[in-house]
């Protein structure tokens, strides 16, 4: 595949209208852009991106992506993390009046190959049992964890994700990047993000791992987060992806972009400069369907 203009020019199907998880072959198409803008000229750009979908993600493939930066001179570096997850770089030593990323990405789902299939040894891999600064758990925490303890793991995930669905109101605003899962559930207020780190918190405090992933959900206007358990499956592993902020299991309306401990591990847009407090960013977003058989 090719990210030739004839290919990103054709119109999007109708997801709603085709069963995805049905189809044995799905193709996205994913153009996303950030735009910072200054009131004076800054200095020292360095930026970190997460918008690039991660190669392979059980049956989703990457087949063609592009990342472009215009308003300045970069340098940029890209790398993968220990997640797996692709991560750039970019520095500039001076921007005049704003800097734009955007990122273009061809994805493929093949149902064939799915599930998210991992080694046995993420059973017991510390990054997804461990508690985050986002996912320390408070005494009310603990106490609810009490209550998930029975069955198997993908039954108290199950369980936890319901229990997040009702316990978790969405409201956008009341919340940051900052909130913790024992603030969003004290608040009973927040989005998909706070959704994700109560139920990891309450999974990782009855021994199930799990992690966060941010990607995207065909029909909402920005990224999404969500999460994913790990549970055994012979002598291996899968991960299980579970949306708590809608309630339900995700599926092949779902887009993943990366996956880390919490939330801090992979914001889509970060980083730091030298110059004037005063920015403004702007953003755009189009992810949808262009073919599914």
């Known amino acids: 595949m090719t990210l030739?203009?004839?290919?990103?020019?054709?119109?999007?199907?109708?997801?709603?209208?085709?069963?995805?998880?049905?189809a044995d072959r799905v193709t996205y198409v994913l153009e996303q852009s950030f735009h910072y803008g200054y009131d004076e000229p800054i200095d020292q750009l360095d930026h970190r991106l997460v918008v690039v979908p991660i190669a392979r993600h059980g049956d989703q493939h990457r087949r063609a992506h592009r990342l472009d930066v215009?308003?300045?001179?970069?340098?940029?570096?890209?790398?993968?993390?220990?997640?797996?997850?692709?991560?750039?770089?970019v520095r500039a030593d001076r921007v005049e009046?704003?800097?734009?990323?955007?990122v273009v990405a061809l994805v493929e789902r093949v149902r064939?190959?799915?599930?998210?299939?991992?080694?046995?040894?993420?059973?017991?891999?510390?990054?997804?049992?461990?508690?985050?600064?986002?996912?320390?758990?408070?005494?009310?925490?603990r106490d609810l964890a009490s209550g998930f303890r029975s069955g198997t793991a993908l039954e108290r995930a199950t369980a936890i994700c319901d229990f997040v669905h009702d316990a978790i109101h969405y409201e956008y605003g009341v919340t940051s990047v900052e909130?913790?899962?024992?603030?969003?559930?004290?608040?009973?207020?927040?989005?998909?993000?706070?959704?994700?780190?109560?139920?990891?918190?309450?999974?990782?405090?009855?021994?199930?791992?799990?992690?966060?992933?941010?990607?995207?959900?065909?029909?909402?206007?920005?990224?999404?987060?969500?999460?994913?358990?790990?549970?055994?499956?012979?002598?291996?592993?899968?991960?299980?992806?579970?949306?708590?902020?809608?309630?339900?299991?995700?599926g092949a309306d779902y887009?993943?972009?990366?996956?880390?401990?919490d939330y801090a591990d992979v914001p889509p847009t970060s980083g730091s400069y030298s110059g004037t407090p005063n920015s403004t960013l702007t953003t755009n977003r189009r992810v949808g369907v262009l073919s599914a058989a």
């Open 70 to 89: 215009d308003g300045a001179t970069v340098r940029r570096r890209s790398r993968r993390d220990g997640h797996g997850n692709t991560v750039v770089r």
């Open 97 to 102: 009046q704003g800097v734009r990323f955007g």
């Open 4 to 22: 030739s203009p004839e290919l990103l020019s054709r119109p999007l199907l109708d997801h709603t209208a085709v069963d995805l998880d049905a």
């Open 112 to 141: 064939a190959d799915g599930p998210i299939r991992l080694p046995a040894s993420a059973l017991h891999d510390p990054r997804l049992l461990r508690p985050t600064r986002l996912t320390t758990p408070d005494d009310r925490l």
């Open 255 to 261: 887009l993943t972009v990366a996956t880390g401990r």
């Open 179 to 250: 909130t913790t899962a024992a603030e969003a559930l004290s608040g009973g207020r927040g989005v998909c993000q706070d959704s994700a780190h109560v139920m990891i918190t309450l999974c990782r405090l009855v021994g199930v791992p799990a992690r966060y992933v941010s990607g995207h959900l065909l029909g909402e206007g920005g990224t999404h987060g969500w999460t994913e358990v790990v549970v055994p499956e012979g002598d291996a592993a899968v991960a299980v992806p579970f949306d708590p902020c809608n309630g339900r299991r995700a």
